[in-house]
């Protein structure tokens, strides 16, 4: 199907912890700009509520944690409720929304074939001192929203330099829970990731 990028000038607001640190030096291949262009705009507001309720509620959950617990308990409950907050508002808007990554943590986070075009992308256009705004595909039937997620000093504690940010108890706890943990050695304000939000076009324009 062919496939248009409508991109919108909000600020990047609010974003989770969470990946791509890897730099791109070539021109990232874009979709052909050739389908009917239509009104994204709903998309993006729509999506940039949905990314804040969310985050807030993930940030909100993984601070009572941390106090709590510390870190290496944060990360167990991260483990195990991290996919359930991430999708409470989903069914609200008929949605899927996925936070997605090259270098992820939680397997399910692994980007695919379009998250890893648009993490290339970002990637190249904060390079070139680009601002970051949400960004609204169509493939199809189906939209998809994306907006970045860049690294916070709270990322740092579980995404860090292990050794500096990550003590070496922590990283033990990391690596139980997730053996192949790609997503540590960031620093402050790194690409992590990207919120990906989908509907199906006719629910929301």
């Known amino acids: 199907m062919k496939t248009v990028f409508l991109v919108f000038g909000l600020l990047f607001l609010l974003s989770a912890c969470q990946s791509d640190s890897s730099h791109q030096s070539k021109k990232v291949a874009e979709p052909n700009p050739t389908n009917t262009v239509f009104d994204g705009k709903i998309y993006v507001e729509q999506g940039n509520q ?31 409720n991290a996919h359930a907050l991430t999708n409470m508002y989903a069914d609200r808007d008929e949605a899927i929304i996925k936070r997605a990554s090259t270098k992820n943590r939680n397997p399910t986070n692994a980007a695919d074939s379009l998250e890893t075009m648009i993490l290339a992308q970002y990637e190249q256009e904060k390079n070139g001192g680009v601002e970051l705004l949400p960004k609204v595909v169509t493939k199809g039937e189906i939209v998809h929203y994306f907006k970045p997620i860049l690294v916070q000093a709270l990322c740092l504690n579980c995404h860090g ?7 070496e108890k922590n990283y033990q706890v990391i690596k139980t829970l997730y053996p192949e943990d790609k997503a540590v050695g960031y620093q402050l304000n790194d690409l992590r990731g990207v919120w990906h939000i989908q509907w199906k076009r006719n629910q929301q324009n």
């Open 50 to 80: 949905l990314v804040k309720l969310t985050f807030d509620t993930l940030s909100a959950s993984l601070k009572n944690a941390i106090q709590k617990e510390g870190i290496g308990g944060a990360l167990k409950f991260c483990n195990v």
């Open 161 to 167: 330099e292990v050794g500096k940010e990550i003590d």
